[in-house]
């Protein structure tokens, strides 16, 4: 039985020119455009689950598979612009928000070719 669930708008963020490098830079820069979709989630999800569904969702509605193979998510910010700790659950950050307008996950892309400037190890990132 499914938990109780919120509804999140995410808004994955056109990718930067600082986060893009490389021979296919210029192809990246116009690939990744602004995005802007809801996603139902439920409280109890970690924002390491969100993030992997964030990816896919953006994945398969937006990019083709050539283009997938490049994406990558930086980090998630919430509609403040504080980083989001992949063990932290959505219920824990979003449930006492009474705006509806700031249930929103940003998404910060960079092109997979570059190295990300999140340490290894950090909690805003997913374990793989």
């Known amino acids: 039985m499914a938990g109780p669930r919120m509804r999140l708008t995410v808004l994955v963020e056109a990718l930067a020119e600082e986060n893009a490098y490389g021979e296919y830079r210029e192809i990246a ?3 990744f455009k602004e995005r802007k979709f809801a996603m139902p989630v439920q409280l109890d999800d970690t924002f390491e689950t969100v993030w992997r569904d964030i990816e896919q969702r953006y994945k398969t509605n937006y990019l083709a598979p ?3 193979a490049t994406f990558s998510i930086k980090k998630l910010q919430d509609a403040y612009d504080c980083d989001l700790d992949m063990t932290d659950t959505v219920g824990a950050i979003f449930e006492g928000e009474p705006d509806r307008k700031l249930h929103m996950i ?3 892309p960079h092109f997979a070719y570059r190295e990300t400037s ?3 190890g950090s909690m805003l990132r997913p374990q793989k």
């Open 29 to 31: 820069l116009a690939a």
């Open 66 to 68: 050539h283009q997938a």
């Open 106 to 108: 940003k998404v910060v």
């Open 118 to 120: 999140v340490v290894p």
